[in-house]
């Protein structure tokens, strides 16, 4: 975030048309449809009533819808005192293009409500909540056809599950209510894996870049991940499910850690569980005993290391501290966290930056598997798992017979046959799904990265791509 004094930059949503513009100057779009694609189609403002704690709150809450090109819009909820227009703009536009990344088919769309929800309990929480939705469903700016939210920053499943039952009040005959948002409860709608998906994105995202040595070196590293040193910022939803994974099963090194309290930084790694236990039961990192911790937390992103996550909220890596950044690789878990200016400093030092339209999709691309089960009313997998188990069984089953014929000359290990026979349930399949999304789009970036002589970085690349396709998108509509 930027101190007081400090250098003036483009707002968020000034930065990410930027960010567009440096792509369509590169492309040969039709002569307005640069402008069409570029704009917010319309921003729902909505200010409304609710009585606490003996007398009435007045919230202000947002939805805006930044491209139809495909129906429903998608894109988070987040609640927020910093949420504003301009805010919840940006966010629509990276949903649209991020969407058009990973053929997820939506268009985009964000919202936003001004609230901290630290001041409220949860009964009061759950009434703004209901409110708020009953504002957009009446819009239908929630709708499984037309407007379909999910978490964001603030808000979760709990969140998401109240607004699905809001919804269903109002629209009691629909049977397609769950869908109208996702990120719900399993109980209530929702997919195994969706809390974790944009973390696990991230980690595949990362698992991919690190399958070509040469994205690697341009990266100035080496090797695989394991025994790399990470800095997260931000210990929610994405930076500790990506955090988690990346430690536990890539054997990376988290050294770092900024919270909105302050930071922790140890050079032989911190334990993420035992961070994530603390804040949960502290509120905070402060006081965290195995590591040296800073008041000033945004100052661990300037640490040495290898790579940084910065996952909390946008602008936090900017022109008044980007010349003290070290990470050769960042990957973008956050929406927007490197300023227009700051991007094009770190470009020019040969920064690799895996921009946030891909690296944080994780999140909408299992929200579309979610949408997809609640308009099919059956779970991922239903149907064909136990065949799927009986004709590998048919396998295992001849395979020992072939053996007993031939004097059980050799066996099939207990670990092997066990795995192989078990069919694949909802969450592996959701995992599949990602990890195939992450990586097409991955491929179709780096196509055009390593391709096109006037291409040098990897968001210019994801806005081609993203772009491109909206545009056939418009054209197959006759636009
Ligand atoms: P979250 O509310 O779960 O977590 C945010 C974390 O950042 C919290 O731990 C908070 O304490 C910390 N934080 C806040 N201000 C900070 C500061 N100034 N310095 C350091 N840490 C700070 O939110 P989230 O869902 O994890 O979202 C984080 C980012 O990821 C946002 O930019 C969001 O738009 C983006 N994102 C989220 C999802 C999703 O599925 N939740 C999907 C795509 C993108």
Known sequence: MQNPGAIKEPSFRESVDLMFNRAVALMDLPPGLEEKIRVCN??????????????????????SVHSEHMEPVKGGIRYALSVNQNEVEALAALMTYKCALVEAPFGGSKGGLC??????????????????????????????????????MGTGEREMAWIADQYHRMNTTDINSQACVTGKPLHAGGIAGRVEATGRGV????????????????????????GKRIVVQGLGNVGYHAAKFLQEEDGALIVGIAERDGGLFNAAGLNVESV????????????????????????????????LIPAALEGTINLNNVTRIQATLIIEAANGPVTAGADEYLRNKGVVIIPDMYANAGGVT????????????????????????????????????????????????????????????????VRSGLDDTMRAAYQ????????????????????????????????????
């Open 42 to 63: 319309a921003t729902y403002t909505v200010r409304f009533g609710v009585r606490l704690r003996g007398q009435i709150h007045t919230f202000t809450g947002y939805r």
């Open 115 to 152: 609230i901290d929800p630290r001041d409220w309990n949860d009964d009061e929480l759950e009434r703004i909540t209901r409110r708020f939705a009953f504002e957009l469903i009446k819009r239908d700016l929630i709708n499984p056809s037309q407007n379909v939210p999910a978490p964001d």
């Open 203 to 226: 980690q595949y995202a990362l698992r991919e870049f690190f399958r070509y040595p040469e994205d690697v070196a341009a990266a100035q590293l080496s090797g695989t991940l394991d």
């Open 276 to 307: 994530h236990g603390w804040i949960a039961k502290h509120g905070g990192v402060t006081g965290y005993p195995d590591a040296t911790f800073v008041a000033d937390g945004a100052s661990v992103l300037e640490e040495e290391c290898d790579i």
């Open 366 to 429: 299992v929200s579309y598997f979610e949408w997809v089960k609640n308009l099919s009313h059956i779970r991922f997998g239903r149907m064909q798992r136990r065949q799927e188990e009986s004709r590998h069984q048919l396998v295992v089953d001849e395979l020992e017979r072939l053996n007993r014929n031939i004097g059980d000359a050799w066996s099939i290990s207990p670990d092997f046959k066990a795995k192989y026979l078990r069919g694949a349930d909802e969450l592996e399949l």
């Open 444 to 479: 179709s970036m780096r196509e055009i990265w390593h391709g096109r002589d006037d291409v040098t970085d990897l968001r210019v690349a994801a806005y081609l791509v993203a772009i491109s396709r909206i545009e056939q998108s418009y054209r197959a509509k006759g636009l």
